[in-house]
């Protein structure tokens, strides 16, 4: 079983920068694979960012350049950088894990983008 707990969410105006946490309750290299996925309002959840045990990091186009994925495996914590954010990156943003063959999600944390 992995608990995920995220922060780091709140409103911010277009070209800002907001950046998310995701604390695990067991080591991160313990898990296959970590990401970001987004739900807007009236659409299906997106992958953003994964990285996986091994550092490897991958994008969806929409954020590619704009946001980053990093992990500090000492705080069992990844983390996403969203920079030149912009008001279609509104939504709440999950944590995921992949431990095969589960997959565990966090609550969730709020992130809108707007002036």
């Known amino acids: 079983q992995v608990q995920l707990v995220e922060s780091g969410g709140g409103l911010v105006q277009p070209g800002g920068s907001l950046r998310l946490s995701c604390a695990a309750s067991?080591?991160?290299?313990?898990?296959?694979?970590m990401g970001w996925y987004r739900q807007a309002p009236g659409k299906e959840r997106e992958l953003v960012a994964v990285?996986?045990?091994?550092?490897?990091?991958n994008y969806a186009d929409s954020v590619k350049g704009r946001f980053t994925i990093s992990r500090d495996n000492a705080k069992n914590t990844v983390y996403l950088q969203m920079n030149s954010l912009k008001a279609e990156d509104t939504g709440v943003y999950y944590c995921?894990?992949?431990?095969?063959?589960?997959?565990?999600w966090g609550q969730g944390t709020q992130v809108t983008v707007s002036s």
């Open positions: 995921a894990a992949r431990q095969i063959p589960n997959n565990y």
């Open positions: 067991i080591s991160v290299l313990r898990i296959n694979t």
């Open positions: 990285i996986t045990s091994g550092a490897f990091t």
